[in-house]
């Protein structure tokens, strides 16, 4: 778990996985990484395959999303069983900013801050 995002949802729920990007580590099995969502048991419940870079924050909605927010604004929401649900950017003015560095999750909304300082929000 240390290779990887790691986000837990609370009450004993789900618990989603993806490979850390920043982080440097030896290939084991395929190249291509996974969103793996499991049991907080250890079982597999889901799995996709993971074709975005810039994964700033991973957390979980109070309606069980999975919320995936990335450098340049964007707000990837999935459910329990790796479904895609909706794809947003919280801002457009953020890429003009220089993306953002710092992010964060609530149950009920995301934060932004840009490199310039400018705090967004999206609730």
């Known amino acids: 778990l240390h290779l990887s995002v790691v986000a837990g949802a609370p009450f004993g ?13 030896p290939v084991r099995g395929s190249l ?3 969103l ?3 049991t907080c048991a250890g079982r597999l419940i889901a799995s996709r395959p993971w074709g975005y ?3 700033l924050a991973m957390g979980w909605s109070s309606h069980e999303r ?13 459910t329990v069983m790796c479904e895609k ?4 950017t919280v ?6 900013e220089g ?14 801050l840009t490199r310039k300082f400018s705090l967004f929000v999206n609730h």
């Open 53 to 55: 870079i810039g994964l």
């Open 99 to 112: 993306g953002t560095p710092l992010a964060t999750i609530w149950p009920n909304g995301v934060a932004l």
């Open 85 to 88: 649900v909706d794809e947003f």
């Open 91 to 96: 801002d457009e003015r953020i890429m003009v």
């Open 13 to 25: 729920g789900p618990i989603a996985t993806v490979r850390n990007e920043h982080v440097f580590q």
């Open 32 to 34: 291509k990484p996974e």
């Open 36 to 38: 793996q969502i499991w």
């Open 66 to 78: 999975l919320i995936c927010v990335f450098e340049n604004g964007v707000v990837r929401t999935f």
